[in-house]
Nanobody, 118 residues
Framework: VQLVESGGGLVQPGGSLRLSCAAS????????INWYRQARGKPRELVAV???????NYTDSAKGRFTISRDNTQNTVYLQMNNLKPEDTAVYSC?????????????WGQGTQVTVSS
């Protein structure tokens, strides 16, 4: 599945952004769609996960501020980010992790830059 992220940009500390991850096909059978981020000079970090059954999980730094959701009718996953901090600055990418007989697949989008700065 092809993934296209959008919604990144420059925002002041305390501000909000909503990232979108649009898939080229149905996401209803995708086992998990994940948001990752990678800041300059740092390893990639898993930020949020949503499974096909709607179970969500977040890295500790995102809990209480970020919300991941999915709209299967639009084949899109969202990441609502509130109370953004400078340390949230990174390239955010979505990943589709799914099983098809008989192997696991990982598809990635191109990423969208989020910059939190005054």
């Amino acid at each position: 599945v092809q993934l296209v992220e959008s919604g990144g940009g420059l925002v002041q500390p305390g501000g909000s952004l909503r990232l979108s991850c649009a898939a080229s096909g149905s996401i209803s059978r995708i086992n998990a769609i994940n948001w990752y981020r990678q800041a300059r000079g740092k390893p990639r970090e898993l930020v949020a996960v949503i499974t096909s059954s709607g179970i969500t999980n977040y890295t500790d730094s995102a809990k209480g501020r970020f919300t991941i959701s999915r709209d299967n009718t639009q084949n899109t996953v969202y990441l609502q980010m509130n109370n953004l901090k400078p340390e949230d600055t990174a390239v955010y990418s979505c990943n589709a992790h799914y099983f098809r007989p008989w192997k696991w697949y990982d598809d990635w989008g191109q990423g969208t830059q989020v910059t939190v700065s005054s």
